[in-house]
């Protein structure tokens, strides 16, 4: 400023007086103090200024906001005592204005701190009733001339720092406020700020880092150099950031905060205010509703998700009472979503093709519309254009059609309608053509992920089974999700398979991973499973063979699964795991058991592996739950929480109807990962067949004694006398083949339900007896098979552990 005249001096003072003049005519704004400190770099000539004001006990001062060079270079600290002799303390208790040159300085009790460079310091008291000061600082040769010293007095009444809260008003956080220690990450916070990140203040823990943790990753950087002290810089900060919710899209949150230096013996803390960003502005030019959309858009997998971001995005800034997105699929608008959904709210030719969830209009009953989607650009009509009726209805106060291009093709179009006359800013437009390139981009992504999602899913259904068998006593449902987070096939399987003697066995799994692979392997290690078990063994040798099948086919995957063989006669079930998560029961009183049990590794892991067996007891209107763990395990809860909420959600569901229970617990799915879920209902056995068993031992008398074995058991069931004679003949012939085909132990097994008689031979002979198709007269054998079919209503063979089973049902009557 060398040179300048009295004129532009006094120029300069008045400049001075009407920008702070301008500044001070808005308080509440957060920049306000680094805008007036600002002015003294402008008009002063200084090359640095800051505020120190008052701690909360009144005896540090403490630097509230600075601007211009770093203060390290001046040898200036972050706060002084405020009964020291450092040129702020004194100029705080003087109440007067101190200027000082490099002499007065280097006499200054704080001189070892001043480095050697030359520079001079103004000290002024600030106007309010805080008690703070400006503290200036300047190199020139000259220092502070008589129009700087008024420019700096200027400055020093615009500060106006307030007087600090006292003890007890400052221990009650306003219910948007936090205070957070920077030392411990210790964090006070108000009850708004709880629930804005869905906590309970029984739930908060006061620890900033949980606070972190619930945040968007993305967005942690930021919002780190807010809370850490080595990044964090005195004065004020704002910053906008999303948090995490139970349910549906993250919310974008905005923080002002200020670091308020640390005293002797006293942290630094962090102070502000946290809100709800979207209450916060109502204007559509700011950047960031672009960049939300964007974001929103980038983790879209659907086009539903696609559409709901878009109409979050724009509906409420331009205040509009409708919009719609639609698909272009040839000459037709698929609608994906309406806002609001009531078809009242829309115009007539779109009620009438209103066909499914959403109407699809059709492009030619529109020319205006097919016109602005040839042209490619967004397209803006106010109210009173003449429009056709299936146009005008959707905005009679302004329309605006944004076609959302996709490449070289038309993804599709957006409309928004106002009821009243609407007038259409710069700012609007820019935001609306801005929308319209990124929709598009997601709609055409989301329609093909759409489609080969569809895809995965067929072919993963295709390796699970296509219905359930009926059972006896017990009603079966199954549920398959497929994971929205990737396009491959997952490893996910469950089965029910009925067994002998009125077992059925359930079985879920999990092979790892999600590729081709993982559901070759699936589709092995559930046909593997099935055969063993209907070979008749028990649970711990089924999965022990599966575990061993696993190995040999030396692959890198690992497979989990749950076994459970439920015996429907006795009420009981013996259940085998291996790495996976226990059932959950569901008894008749409506309380929920997650039995305790030992488990096995996982299949595929260990060759010498035990796998320990565990039984259940069951009353009639017991639900079995089997599940895997993309049901309850997520990036927010673990899985012991996850199976604690399944047990809840199944405590208070109505097993009446066990497909609406399937589809309530499939509601909680985070879907991240492919979700399998099998209930059973076990209902009990209204009729109970009569079994006996007989083992034949290999003596001369041994057809013999299992005819009178049979003749005994038969009179006990009261079996009539002319069907016990085509029993007896049966149980003749299939014994006397077991004992002259084969070599070992032989076990006869019979068994009455409702008049139908089931006589089974098993023996250690994998080999099925053939029938013969022709017999000479001099062939002394042969007969017997034939035999059984002329005299049984049907017969059969089935392979058991060790050998087979012939068997013959048997058409009897009882008194």
């Given amino acids: 400023m060398v040179g300048e005249g009295a004129e532009g001096r006094r120029t300069r003072t008045l400049r001075a007086e009407g920008a702070l003049k301008a500044l001070t005519s808005a308080p509440g704004s957060p920049e306000r103090l680094r805008r007036v400190l600002e002015q003294a770099l402008v008009f002063s000539g200084a090359s640095f200024a800051a505020v120190y004001a008052p701690g909360e006990d009144g005896d540090v001062l403490c630097l509230a906001e600075s601007v211009g060079v770093p203060r390290?270079?001046?040898?200036?600290?972050?706060?002084?005592?405020?009964?020291?002799?450092?040129?702020?303390?004194?100029?705080?208790?003087?109440?007067?204005?101190?200027?000082?040159?490099?002499?007065?300085?280097?006499?200054?009790?704080?001189?070892?701190?001043?480095?050697?460079?030359?520079?001079?310091?103004?000290?002024?008291?600030?106007?309010?009733?805080?008690?703070?000061?400006?503290?200036?600082?300047?190199?020139?040769?000259?220092?502070?001339?008589?129009?700087?010293?008024?420019?700096?007095?200027?400055?020093?009444?615009?500060?106006?720092?307030?007087?600090?809260a006292r003890a007890a008003e400052a221990d009650e956080l306003r219910s948007n406020a936090f205070s957070l220690a920077m030392d411990s990450g210790r964090v006070e916070v108000g009850d708004d700020i709880l629930e804005l990140f869905a906590l309970t203040r029984a739930e908060f823990d006061g620890k900033v880092e949980t606070l972190l943790g619930l945040t968007v990753p993305e967005d942690l950087p930021s919002l780190m150099s807010v809370t850490e002290a080595d990044h964090m810089s005195i004065g004020e900060r704002e910053l906008e950031f999303r948090v995490l919710q139970p349910s549906g899209p993250p919310k974008w949150l905005r923080l002002r905060g200020r670091l308020l230096p640390g005293g002797e013996g006293r942290p630094a803390q962090l102070v502000g205010t946290v809100a709800d960003a979207s209450t916060l502005r109502s204007d559509v030019t700011d950047v960031a509703r672009v960049q939300r959309l964007a974001a929103a858009l980038a983790t879209a997998g659907t086009v539903r998700d696609v559409s709901q971001a878009v109409v979050s995005a724009l509906r409420k800034p331009l205040q509009a009472d409708r919009i719609a997105l639609a698909e272009l699929e040839g000459d037709r608008l698929v609608v994906t979503v309406l806002d609001p959904p009531e078809p009242e709210s829309w115009p007539e030719l779109w009620r009438l093709e209103w066909r499914t969830e959403w109407p699809d209009a059709p492009v030619r009953a529109m020319p205006t519309l097919a016109a602005a989607l040839r042209e490619g650009r967004a397209h803006i009509w106010p109210a009173g254009t003449p429009l056709e009726p299936a146009l005008a209805e959707v905005?009679?106060?302004?329309?605006?059609?944004?076609?959302?291009?996709?490449?070289?093709?038309?993804?599709?179009?957006?409309?928004?309608?106002?009821?009243?006359?609407?007038?259409?800013?710069?700012?609007?437009?820019?935001?609306?053509?801005?929308?319209?390139?990124?929709?598009?981009?997601?709609?055409?992504?989301?329609?093909?992920?759409?489609?080969?999602?569809?895809?995965?899913?067929?072919?993963?259904?295709?390796?699970?089974?296509?219905?359930?068998?009926?059972?006896?006593?017990?009603?079966?449902?199954?549920?398959?999700?497929?994971?929205?987070?990737?396009?491959?096939?997952?490893?996910?399987?469950?089965?029910?398979?009925?067994?002998?003697?009125?077992?059925?066995?359930?079985?879920?799994?999990?092979?790892?991973g999600h590729s081709t692979a993982a559901a070759t392997l699936m589709g092995q290690m559930r046909t593997a499973l099935r055969a063993y078990a209907v070979e008749g063994h028990p649970p711990d040798v089924v999965v022990s063979h599966a575990n061993r099948l696993l190995l040999d086919i030396e692959t890198d995957l690992f497979a989990t699964c749950c076994y459970v063989d439920v015996d429907m006669e006795e009420g009981s079930a013996w259940y085998v795991r291996a790495g996976h998560l226990p059932p959950v029961l569901r008894h008749p009183d409506g309380s929920t058991e997650i039995p305790e049990s030992d488990g096995g590794p996982p299949l595929g892991v260990v060759t010498q592996a035990d796998f320990p067996m565990s039984v259940l007891r069951l009353q009639p209107g017991t639900v079995i739950a089997l599940t895997t763990d993309g049901l309850v395990e997520s990036a927010e809860a673990d899985i012991d929480v996850g199976m604690d909420r399944l047990a809840h959600e199944l405590s208070v569901s109505d097993p009446a109807h066990l497909g609406l229970v399937a589809d309530a617990l499939l509601g909680s799915a985070q879907r991240s990962d492919d979700v399998a879920l099998l209930l059973l209902r076990y209902d009990g056995m209204a009729l109970r067949p009569l079994r006996e068993s007989w083992t034949v031992w290999r003596v001369p008398e041994a057809v013999g004694h299992t005819r009178r074995f049979t003749r005994r058991t038969l009179r006990a069931w009261s079996v009539s006398r002319d069907d016990a004679d085509a029993v007896l003949l049966v149980v003749s012939e299939l014994v006397t083949n077991a004992l002259v085909h084969t070599d070992g132990q032989v076990r006869l097994d019979l068994t009455l339900l409702d008049n139908r008689l089931r006589v089974s031979v098993a023996d250690s002979s994998p080999r099925t007896p053939v029938k013969p198709t022709s017999i000479g007269w001099e062939a002394t054998g042969g007969r017997g098979i034939l035999l059984v079919e002329a005299m049984s209503e049907t017969w059969g063979t089935v392979p058991v552990s060790g050998g087979k089973q012939v068997w013959a049902e048997i058409a009897v009557s009882r008194p």
Wanted: glycine share 14%.
């Fill in 72 to 164: 390290t270079l001046f040898g200036l600290r972050d706060s002084y005592p405020g009964s020291g002799r450092s040129p702020v303390a004194e100029g705080h208790r003087s109440g007067s204005p101190l200027w000082l040159g490099p002499k007065e300085l280097g006499e200054a009790a704080e001189s070892r701190r001043t480095p050697s460079r030359e520079f001079f310091v103004a000290v002024l008291p600030a106007r309010g009733d805080g008690g703070g000061c400006l503290l200036a600082v300047s190199e020139r040769p000259d220092g502070f001339d008589t129009e700087d010293r008024k420019c700096l007095e200027l400055i020093a009444d615009a500060v106006g720092w307030p007087a600090p």
């Fill in 395 to 512: 905005g009679p106060g302004g329309l605006a059609v944004l076609p959302l291009p996709a490449g070289t093709r038309m993804a599709g179009a957006c409309l928004i309608g106002w009821d009243t006359p609407h007038d259409f800013g710069p700012d609007e437009r820019a935001l609306l053509t801005a929308s319209a390139g990124l929709a598009g981009q997601a709609l055409m992504r989301a329609h093909a992920f759409d489609a080969e999602h569809e895809l995965v899913g067929m072919l993963q259904r295709q390796l699970l089974p296509r219905r359930l068998p009926k059972l006896p006593g017990a009603v079966a449902v199954a549920r398959y999700l497929p994971a929205t987070a990737g396009l491959e096939v997952g490893g996910d399987w469950y089965d029910v398979i009925p067994l002998p003697d009125n077992h059925v066995a359930l079985v879920i799994g999990d092979v790892q």
